[in-house]
């Protein structure tokens, strides 16, 4: 069983680079549009916005200025051959930004060959089996994990969040960017599992 899920682990973490590379795509992509935004819209979090990739989570992954340290990080683990493989996924893709926020030293340590599984399981626990879009999304709504962990939902007004098992919260500053074989959408903090 413990293979098993180290499996699905792969391929949530895979997903979640691709995922994550298609919304940094989209969001180069609405710069523009972006722009023309207002101070106080700049000020809240972006409304999810559904957008197509038409390629897959690895594909989208490694074209993503926002999440190089993600796809780093999915190159590190082994994942990345498992992004291109079928979903569909929701993934919940931290940008580097999000990494950055970890303790000092936290991601350097992940990276080192004796914390690939950890690691692995870290990058899954941001992938949810399904295609969940931005009006799917709903306040309180639980998502399973592959790994088998639970995210909550949290939606006021156009804004969505998602809070870990530690009970920190992450805002979803991009999203809903279909890649072939899921969705994607860039949180602003890395997701922690529960301590049990």
């Not at 499996?7 to 180069?28: I, K, P, R, Y």
């Not at 306040?139 to 790994?147: A, E, I, P, R």
């Not at 804004?159 to 009970?167: H, V």
Request: hydrophobic share 35%.
């Amino acid at each position: 069983m413990k293979k098993k899920l180290g499996l699905s682990g792969v391929v949530a973490c895979v997903l979640l680079s691709g995922l994550f590379v298609a919304a940094n795509a989209q969001t180069q992509n609405s710069a523009g549009q972006l722009a023309t935004s207002t101070t106080s819209e700049a000020n809240s979090v972006l409304k999810p916005s559904h957008s197509v990739t038409n390629k897959d989570l690895a594909i989208s992954a490694a074209r993503s200025a926002r999440h190089t340290t993600l796809f780093r990080a999915m190159r590190v683990s082994g994942l990345t051959e498992q992004a291109s493989s079928k979903g569909p996924y929701t993934v919940f893709a931290p940008t580097n930004e999000a990494f950055d926020k970890l303790p000092a030293g936290t991601l350097d340590e992940l990276m080192k060959p004796a914390a690939k599984a950890k690691l692995q399981k870290l990058l899954a626990y941001h992938v949810v089996k399904g295609k969940y879009t931005a009006d799917q999304l709903q306040d309180g709504q639980k998502l399973k994990t592959v790994t088998g962990g639970t995210l909550t939902v949290g939606k006021q007004g156009e804004t969505l969040s998602i809070t870990d098992g530690a009970g920190n919260t992450a805002t979803i500053d991009q999203g809903d960017a279909e890649a072939t074989n899921g969705l994607v959408y860039s949180i602003d903090s890395v997701l922690m599992p529960g301590t049990k």
